[in-house]
Each structure stands twice: as C-alpha cells, then as structure tokens.
C-alpha cells in the first residue's frame, strides 16, 4: 500500500489497484487473502507498518509476509550489484516480520505464512544471491515472540530465581528452545541462570507457557 514503494520497485500495480481488487472480490463473497512483502525498494520499517494498518483497515480473512530476497537475473540483482539496493539483514527482518505478525493478531487477522516457501532454488550461489531467506523463517519469528515474553516475564521480577522451569505445549518445544538453543543461552547469559528446565506439556494450552509454575499468556493467533 506504498505507491513509493510499488513504483520504485517496478510492482506494476498501485495501492488503489489492490483496493479495487479487494473491494471486488469482497463484493462476490470471496475469502481474501492479502500478500506483504518487506524489504522492497523504497520501503522502511515504518511504512511497512502503515501498511499493515491500512491493510488491517479492509479485514482480509489472512495475511503472508514475505521477505524480500535479491534472485539471479532479476532488476534487484543487477540494483544489488550496483550497491542500489541492499537487502535487509535476517535477524531485522525477523524482528520486523514479529511485529506486523503481532500487530495483525492483535487484529483478529490470521498470518497463514511468514518467510518463503524452502525450494532448491532458493538455496545460496544458485538462483537465492542475497537477502534474509532462512528455511525456518516463521519458527524465527514465533521463537523471537517466546523469547521476549520470557525475558519481559522476568524482568518485572525484583528478586531473580536461581533456576527456571519452564513447560510448554510439545508444538512450541523447539520453539521456545530457539536454533541452536539460542533463548536458552541468552536466558542463562542475561539473568545468569544456573540451571534451566525445559519440559513438553501436552496438557498446556499452545497458547500458555507455564514459568516456574506460573502461566504465562502468548500472543499467539490459533493455527
């Protein structure tokens, strides 16, 4: 929905084409599902974030978000080349794509994707030459969201414990874990953790994770 940026980009389309489009399709009793890339030429965080408004204004029944990554033999490799267009870095993009993921829950709007579609294709040195592409894009994005409730969690904490236990639904396990076991490292090196119990609870709700006995409320939309 930034003309600036749709035009800078070469989308060939306008913001009133997708209202139009929309509004049609709304029209004829179809569910509609709406597209956002981040990342675009001529984006910024902050319009991206005006978009989701003006998106959320019109109540699609769902939402992907899409990074935007630099493909061999396309006008953003040949920008990329010129140092016209530099792509976000992942670990922004993903903290980017976590607020318009909490912004449209928030919203009562579904976020059915995060991240592009893992192919051979977009594998590094083949067809993928830059730009914040992981496989696991949306696990990143959900892992961030659990690793900033627990550390809010804690530091409203005057007395900070020793060990922590933690439950959670077997779904958000890896999650909570984070790659490599990231959150469980920046757990442990911020609060200086001496010990940190992780445990899968079927019986938890998806949407809880249980801290040293005390539930604590995800912002996670149902999927």
Sequence with gaps: MNDHALETSQRGHTSQDSYRA???????????????????PGDSEFESIKTAEKIA????????????????GSLLAKWHAEGKYIPMPLGSCVS????????????????????????????????????????????????????DAMVSHLNGKTDHPQKLSLRIHPKNRSRL????????????????????????????????LVINDLPLLLPFAPE
């Design 177 to 208: 874990n984070g790659l490599k076991s990231r959150n469980i490292k920046v757990l442990q090196k911020r609060f200086n953790l001496q010990a940190i119990s992780v445990v899968s609870d079927p019986v938890c709700p998806e949407d809880h």
């Design 57 to 72: 204004d019109l109540a699609p029944d769902a939402v992907r978000i899409y990074p935007t990554v630099v493909l061999r």
């Design 22 to 40: 929309i509004g049609l399709l709304k029209e004829r009793g179809y569910q509609i599902g709406v597209q956002i890339m981040v990342g675009l």
């Design 96 to 147: 980017h794509v976590k607020e318009l993921y909490l912004f449209f829950t928030k919203k009562n709007i579904r976020v059915i994707r995060m991240g592009l579609q893992a192919s051979e294709t977009l594998a590094f040195g083949r067809d993928l030459l830059a730009g914040p592409y992981h496989p696991a894009f949306g696990h990143l994005v959900f892992s961030e969201i659990i690793l």
